[in-house]
C-alpha cells in the first residue's frame, strides 16, 4: 500500500507538523488540497524547512479562493533573513497554485461558477475563467516601512522558473505611491494593490469592491480631501468624526447609496466608513 503524500509530509518533518496535548499528537497543518499542489507544497515545505532552521510551525495548509493558503507561526531565535526567507518560500508556493490545476497539476486559470472558485487546466474547469486586468496577471505586490517610509515592491511570478522577478511599477501605468487593500464581493479576490483612482477590482474589473486605504495616499486635490475640508466646518459631532478618521490613516470606500454603518458619510459614488477606534469602538 502507497503512503498518501500528505501523511508522508508530515513524517517526513515531524518537527515542523507535529504537536501534542495529553499524550496525544496531532497535525493542525496536515495538508488539505488536492493533489495537483502535491509538488509545490512539498516544495515549499522543504524550503521552509532550509530557511527557518527548525524554527517554524505550520499550522494550517489548504485552498482559499482557488488558491494556496500556508499559515505557520515563528518560534524564538529567528532572525529577520530567515523570516523574508520563510515568506519567500509561501509566497512562491501560492504564486504557483495561482495557475497550476489543483485536480492534475497542469498549467491552469481561475475559474468561477457562481458559488465556487478554483484553479484548473480546461478539462477539470467548471463555469467561466475570472478575467484578470492586463498587465496584472501574476503580480506580486509588497510594501514594507523603512526608516518611517513606505517602501513597495512589485514582482511578477514566472511558472517556468517558478521564481519571481521585479518589474518597474511605471510599466503598469499607474503611480507607485497609491497603494490600498481590496476586497472583491464578485471573484472573492483580496490582497494589496496599486490604486489608480478608478472604482473597480484590480484582479476582474469588477465594481463589486471594497477599498481601504491610507489617508496620506491622496493627493491634495483630491474630491475626498475636498469633501473633508468641507465636512471640517460643519457641526462639532460630525467635525469629530471626520477628523478623527483623518488622524486614523485609514478608511474605507464602497460604491452604492447604503450602508449598514449609521455614521457612513456620501461623496462621488461612495461611502465613507469609520474605522475602528484605538479602544476597539468608534467614536
Same mark, same amino acid.
Given at each position: 500500500m502507497t503512503l498518501d503524500w500528505r501523511r508522508a509530509l508530515v513524517e517526513r518533518y515531524p518537527h515542523l507538523f507535529l504537536r501534542g496535548s495529553k499524550g496525544k499528537q496531532f497535525a493542525p497543518g496536515y495538508p488539505?488540497?488536492?493533489?495537483?499542489?502535491?509538488?509545490?507544497?512539498?516544495?515549499?515545505?522543504?524550503?521552509?524547512?532550509?530557511?527557518?532552521?527548525?524554527?517554524?510551525?505550520?499550522?494550517?495548509?489548504?485552498?482559499?479562493?482557488?488558491?494556496? #493558503?500556508?499559515y505557520f507561526d515563528t518560534?524564538?531565535?529567528?532572525?529577520?533573513?530567515?523570516?523574508?526567507?520563510?515568506?519567500?518560500?509561501?509566497?512562491?508556493?501560492?504564486?504557483?497554485?495561482?495557475?497550476?490545476?489543483?485536480?492534475c497539476g497542469a498549467q491552469g486559470l481561475l475559474y468561477g461558477d457562481g458559488a465556487w472558485l478554483l484553479t484548473a487546466c480546461l478539462p477539470h474547469a467548471r463555469g467561466q475563467p475570472i478575467p484578470v486586468r492586463p498587465g496584472f496577471e501574476h503580480l506580486r505586490i509588497e510594501h514594507t516601512i523603512v526608516g518611517g517610509r513606505q517602501v513597495v515592491s512589485y514582482q511578477r511570478y514566472d511558472r517556468e522558473t517558478d521564481s519571481f522577478s521585479d518589474i518597474d511599477?511605471?510599466?503598469l501605468g499607474v503611480e507607485e505611491r497609491s497603494m490600498a487593500r481590496f476586497h472583491c464581493r464578485a471573484c472573492a479576490k483580496e490582497g494589496t494593490f496599486i490604486y489608480d483612482g478608478h472604482h473597480?477590482?484590480?484582479?476582474?474589473?469588477?465594481?463589486?469592491?471594497?477599498?481601504?486605504?491610507?489617508?496620506?495616499?491622496?493627493?491634495?486635490?483630491h474630491p475626498f480631501i475636498e469633501t473633508m475640508?468641507?465636512?471640517a466646518k460643519e457641526d462639532a459631532n460630525r467635525t469629530k468624526l471626520r477628523l478623527w478618521i483623518v488622524s486614523?490613516?485609514?478608511?474605507?470606500?464602497? #460604491?452604492?447609496?447604503?450602508s449598514q454603518t449609521k455614521r457612513a458619510r456620501y461623496f462621488n459614488g461612495f461611502t465613507l466608513l469609520p474605522c475602528s477606534g484605538p479602544q476597539g469602538r468608534t467614536r
Open positions: 488539505t488540497v488536492g493533489d495537483g499542489w502535491r509538488e509545490l507544497v512539498e516544495k515549499a515545505i522543504d524550503r521552509i524547512e532550509e530557511a527557518g532552521n527548525g524554527r517554524i510551525r505550520i499550522n494550517q495548509i489548504k485552498e482559499k479562493y482557488g488558491s494556496l #493558503r500556508l518560534l524564538q531565535g529567528l532572525t529577520r533573513e530567515q523570516m523574508a526567507a520563510v515568506e519567500d518560500a509561501v509566497a512562491l508556493a501560492k504564486a504557483r497554485s495561482e495557475c497550476t490545476c489543483e485536480r511599477p511605471k510599466s473597480a477590482c484590480p484582479s476582474c474589473n469588477s465594481v463589486e469592491v471594497q477599498f481601504a486605504l491610507g489617508i496620506e495616499e491622496f493627493p491634495d486635490d475640508r468641507g465636512l486614523d490613516l485609514h478608511l474605507e470606500l464602497t #460604491r452604492g447609496k447604503r
